[in-house]
Each structure stands twice: as C-alpha cells, then as structure tokens.
C-alpha cells in the first residue's frame, strides 16, 4: 500500500455504511425477542451469516479479482447471468429496495396513523417516497453522499444511547424462547437462518468491487496486497456489525414484558425508542431511518439500474432506474410484514449457493481451479436449495418431503451442507481422473 497503510480503516468504515440498512435494524432485534432465553446461542447463529459470510464475500472478490459475474463464471457463463440476476432482484426491486420503504414508514409514520388509515398512509408514503428515490437516481447530486456522511453517525449515536439506557435499565428479563428456538441447538442454527434476512451475504458479491477498485485507489496493486487490504477492511465493517447486532438482539430479548411479542423489528424499535426517551425518541429515531433507509433504496435502484443496463441495453440506465422503482413502489404495497415472509423461500434458495461459491473462491488453489468441482459442487447445492425454498413457501412434494426429511441436518434447514460435501468431493475425483 503506497498511499496509506491504514487505508484499510477508512475502506472499511465505507463497508459498513455500504451494509447498515433496514435488514440489520429489524431482524436481531426481533430474533431476540422470540429467542428470550435462548437469545446467546441464536446471536451466535446470527453473527455467523449477518456478519461472518458477509465478511467472506467480500474477501472472496478481492482474493478471486473478479466481480460477481466473472466470479460466478467459474461456473458456466449462463449459471454466472442466472445467478447474478436473481442477486440483484433480490437486493433490488424484489425485497430489498421495497423494505426500505416500509421499514422508514413502520417506524417514522405508522405510530402517528391509527390502524383505520394505516393502509392509505402506507400507499401515499410509499408512492411519495419512490419518486423521491427515482430522482435522486437519475439526478447527478452530492445530496445522497452528504445524508449518509451524516445520518450514518447520527443513527449509531442514536442507537448507542439506546444500548446504554437499555443496559442500565433493562425493559424486563428475557422471556421463554418461542418454540422455533428450542432447545438451544435449534436457536443457534435458527439464529443461522434469520441472518439470511439481512441478504448481506449477497451485497457481499455486489459490494466487494467497490472495495477492491477502493484498496487499489489507495495503492493496493499485487493480488496478494488486494486480498489483504480487502480482508482487513471486511473486519472493520464486520466487527461495528456484530456489536451493533449483539445490542439489538439483547434489546430485543428484554423487550417482551413491556412491549408484548411484535408482528417485526420495526415495532420492537419503535416501542424501545418510545420506552426510553418518550415522544422525542419515536420521532428522532423516525427521521433518522428514514433518511437512513432513503439513501439506501437510493444506492441499490441505482446498482440494480448499473448492472441491467449493461446486460439488456435496450432501456438506458433511467428508464431501468424507472422501471425499478416503479415495480418497488408495487410490492412496497402489501407492507413489511408481507415482504418478510415473501423473502424468505427465495433466500432459502439463494444463500446456500451463494456460501457454495464464497467456499469454492477460498479453496480454488487446493484443486487447481478445476471446472469440475465449481460445477459438482453448485450442482448438488442447487437441488436442497431449490427444495428448501419450495418447501419453506408451503408447497409439498409428496415423497421428497420424507426423503429429504431423513437427511444430516435437515430438521435446521441445513441439509444443502450434505449435498454440498457430496458435490465438492465427486468434483475432486473428475478433476483427478481428467487429468
């Protein structure tokens, strides 16, 4: 590193405010509230794949040199356009972009509409706040930048205030762990899984570019120096992460006898913000995620629009950015709630061959980089995943459902990791026997 050896310190601080959105407020927080007891193990479980993964992914771009695309197409070239694709619908129009938009609105407007005119506010709110989204899109402005450089500090200080008063002065003790956390095992692969709704692991592949292009910016310029310098960035943003996510998960724990099991996290904030400061405290908390959840729809319309418009240049970058939007401020329609529980079946699809292809980019030297492994690998992966994510939406597949039932940890939702071992070594042994 030539310009600053602690280059890395600024990279990732950038990281973490690229990460910190809506997801990471809302699921830790209501994980601990339906965790109680059992909230140690299940944080535990959460940090694995809220901050862990994350970390990897990026360091798995760096330490491979390629973006998600060329990493993916390790692969096949048309596994590489599948995969990608469904990334960005998932981080964009999808999920993602859409939970912004309910997640400021749950916390900053709902608490001042009754439940009579709840729906009506939503739909101006969100309508109002996509135009907003779609202009700074499309619109050349420093405006974005400058709320983020300031709104990110803001909200930690915020949030900061809240874990000391709740530490001080608990809400109430934790409650009995709801029955998806027990026994404890079963809260710590639970707590696995609800990491996946912060689809951090997949904004690992988006973002881990940014950080490369950043630590070559700054003088990175041997492979082994990017790999580096990018690893040591993912520990800064991963280590503000996890404690950010071990005070929510407690906050959330002791909130049960105050505020009564919410419908999502962002009832629990709302709840706790009011507990401490009062009136102040919804508003103050209201308006800073607001502006927090702004400039993230902001950057991920715009990502999305980026990477569309390269692939299907028949519509320019506005008229995808239009589209993203539009279609964002749809979804955004049926609440936050609704998009929760949307999301998960395709994150149950999505997250095991996204952690498929993070361990593959860290051991391609131990098989040479060899086509067959990628492809056994991901190929077995992608059969548990797909049956995980029509399972998890309610769909049943007769006899599969038994087969799949029986296998190594299944009853976690885990049994791709089998499938993936099995796939990892048949790739091994073509590769042995092609050469």
Same mark, same amino acid.
């Given at each position: 590193?030539?310009?600053?050896?602690?280059?890395?310190?600024?990279?990732?601080?950038?990281?973490?405010?690229?990460?910190?959105?809506?997801?990471?407020?809302?699921?830790?927080?209501?994980?601990?509230?339906?965790?109680?007891?059992?909230?140690? $193990?299940?944080?535990?479980?959460?940090?694995?794949?809220? *901050?862990?993964?994350?970390?990897?992914?990026?360091?798995?771009?760096?330490?491979?040199? =390629?973006?998600?695309?060329? &990493?993916?197409? %390790?692969?096949?070239?048309?596994?590489?356009?599948?995969?990608?694709?469904?990334?960005?619908?998932?981080?964009?129009?999808?999920?993602?972009?859409? %939970?912004? !938009?309910?997640?400021?609105?749950?916390?900053?407007?709902?608490?001042?509409?009754? +439940?009579?005119?709840?729906?009506?506010?939503?739909?101006?709110?969100? !309508?109002?706040? #996509?135009?907003?989204?779609?202009?700074?899109?499309?619109?050349?402005?420093?405006?974005?930048?400058?709320?983020?450089? *300031?709104?990110?500090?803001?909200?930690?200080?915020?949030?900061?205030? &809240?874990?000391?008063?709740?530490?001080?002065?608990?809400?109430? $003790?934790?409650?009995?762990?709801?029955?998806?956390?027990?026994?404890?095992?079963?809260?710590?692969?639970?707590?696995?899984?609800?990491?996946?709704?912060?689809?951090?692991?997949?904004?690992? #592949?988006?973002?881990?570019?940014? *950080?490369?292009?950043?630590? %070559?910016?700054?003088?990175?310029?041997?492979?082994?120096?990017?790999? !580096?310098?990018?690893?040591?960035?993912?520990?800064?943003?991963?280590?503000?992460?996890?404690?950010?996510?071990?005070?929510?998960?407690?906050?959330?724990? =002791?909130?049960?006898?105050?505020?009564?099991?919410?419908?999502?996290?962002?009832?629990?904030?709302?709840?706790?913000?009011?507990?401490?400061?009062?009136? #102040?405290?919804?508003?103050?908390?209201?308006?800073?995620?607001?502006?927090?959840?702004?400039?993230?729809?902001?950057?991920?319309?715009? +990502?999305?629009?980026?990477?569309?418009?390269?692939?299907? $240049?028949?519509?320019?970058?506005?008229?995808? *950015?239009?589209?993203?939007?539009?279609?964002?401020?749809?979804?955004?329609?049926?609440?936050?709630?609704?998009?929760?529980?949307?999301?998960?079946?395709?994150?149950?699809?999505?997250?095991?061959?996204?952690?498929?292809?993070?361990?593959?980019?860290?051991?391609?030297?131990?098989?040479?980089?060899?086509? +067959?492994?990628?492809?056994?690998?991901?190929?077995?992966? #992608?059969?548990?995943?797909?049956?995980?994510?029509?399972?998890?939406?309610?769909?049943?597949?007769?006899?599969?459902?038994?087969?799949?039932?029986?296998?190594?940890?299944?009853?976690?939702?885990?049994?791709?990791?089998?499938?993936?071992?099995?796939?990892?070594?048949?790739?091994?042994?073509?590769?042995?026997?092609?050469?």
């Amino acid at each position: 590193m030539k310009k600053s050896d602690n280059a890395f310190i600024a990279i990732g601080l950038m990281l973490f405010a690229l990460f910190f959105g809506a997801g990471n407020l809302i699921f830790p927080v209501f994980m601990g509230q339906n965790s109680g007891v059992d909230t140690i $193990p299940a944080t535990i479980g959460f940090l694995i794949t809220g *901050v862990g993964l994350p970390i990897l992914g990026v360091a798995a771009i760096g330490y491979s040199g =390629s973006d998600l695309q060329g &990493l993916a197409s %390790r692969i096949s070239k048309p596994y590489a356009i599948f995969f990608a694709v469904c990334l960005y619908l998932t981080i964009g129009p999808a999920f993602a972009i859409p %939970r912004t !938009a309910t997640t400021s609105f749950e916390i900053a407007i709902a608490p001042f509409f009754g +439940s009579e005119m709840k729906t009506t506010a939503l739909y101006g709110f969100c !309508a109002l706040f #996509f135009i907003v989204s779609c202009w700074l899109s499309i619109t050349p402005s420093k405006l974005v930048d400058r709320i983020g450089k *300031v709104i990110t500090p803001v909200l930690l200080l915020f949030l900061a205030a &809240l874990f000391v008063f709740s530490t001080i002065s608990p809400m109430g $003790p934790w409650q009995e762990a709801t029955a998806g956390y027990q026994p404890s095992l079963k809260a710590l692969t639970q707590g696995f899984i609800d990491g996946y709704g912060t689809m951090d692991v997949l904004a690992a #592949f988006v973002f881990g570019i940014i *950080v490369v292009n950043a630590v %070559r910016q700054y003088g990175a310029e041997t492979p082994e120096e990017i790999a !580096a310098s990018t690893l040591r960035s993912g520990l800064i943003a991963g280590l503000c992460l996890g404690i950010i996510y071990i005070f929510l998960c407690i906050l959330g724990a =002791s909130s049960v006898s105050v505020l009564g099991m919410q419908e999502n996290g962002a009832g629990v904030l709302v709840g706790a913000a009011h507990h401490y400061f009062g009136s #102040f405290g919804n508003i103050v908390m209201g308006v800073i995620v607001l502006l927090a959840c702004l400039t993230t729809s902001v950057g991920l319309i715009t +990502s999305c629009g980026e990477y569309f418009s390269r692939l299907l $240049p028949f519509l320019s970058f506005k008229k995808w *950015v239009t589209v993203f939007a539009v279609v964002s401020f749809l979804v955004g329609l049926f609440g936050l709630t609704t998009i929760i529980r949307a999301a998960i079946p395709v994150l149950m699809f999505l997250y095991p061959l996204a952690i498929a292809l993070i361990i593959l980019s860290f051991t391609n030297s131990l098989f040479g980089g060899n086509k +067959s492994v990628y492809q056994m690998a991901i190929l077995f992966t #992608f059969i548990p995943s797909l049956y995980d994510g029509i399972h998890t939406a309610g769909l049943s597949l007769g006899g599969i459902d038994a087969f799949m039932a029986g296998l190594p940890f299944a009853a976690h939702g885990l049994a791709w990791i089998s499938f993936f071992i099995a796939g990892y070594v048949i790739g091994l042994v073509l590769a042995k026997v092609k050469k």
